[in-house]
């Protein structure tokens, strides 16, 4: 069974970056792509990014274009999620998933997606 943990959240002002780091065991993470999701109160889960399993391509939501990069290092079975220019609407709960195999669905839904954890808050102060 997989299993991820996220790291590297906290509370920052608005313009500042942060660096969220997932831990990924249970599976030959070189395998399968990974996702970054965010959960703000009171919201849907909302898809952030994706990574192929070789971190040579990467999908963002509109949102963060231009301002998130997802990246990975195969050896060390860690996604990062860098974010530079943090606004107040990406206030969120950070989630890391890895794809299920075999599974036809969109790259933004969850149901592509297993291994959700605890996740890692991420405050964005104005």
């Known amino acids: 069974q997989v299993h991820l943990v996220e790291s590297g959240g906290g509370s920052v002002q608005a313009g500042d970056s942060l660096r969220l780091s997932c831990v990924v065991s249970?599976?030959?993470?070189?395998?399968?792509?990974a996702g970054w999701f965010r959960q703000a109160p009171g919201k849907e889960r909302e898809f952030v990014g994706r990574?192929?399993?070789?971190?040579?391509?990467?999908h963002y939501a509109e949102s963060v274009k231009g301002r998130f990069t997802i990246s990975r290092d195969n050896a060390e079975n860690t996604v990062f999620l860098q974010m530079n220019s943090l606004k107040p609407e990406d206030t969120a709960v950070y989630y890391c998933?890895?794809?299920?195999?075999?599974?036809?669905?969109?790259?933004?839904?969850?149901?592509?997606?297993?291994?959700w954890g605890q996740g890692t808050q991420v405050t964005v102060s104005s």
């Open positions: 998933v890895t794809e299920k195999p075999g599974v036809s669905a969109s790259y933004y839904s969850t149901a592509r997606y297993e291994g």
């Open positions: 249970g599976r030959t993470f070189g395998d399968y792509a």
């Open positions: 990574i192929n399993w070789s971190g040579i391509k990467t």
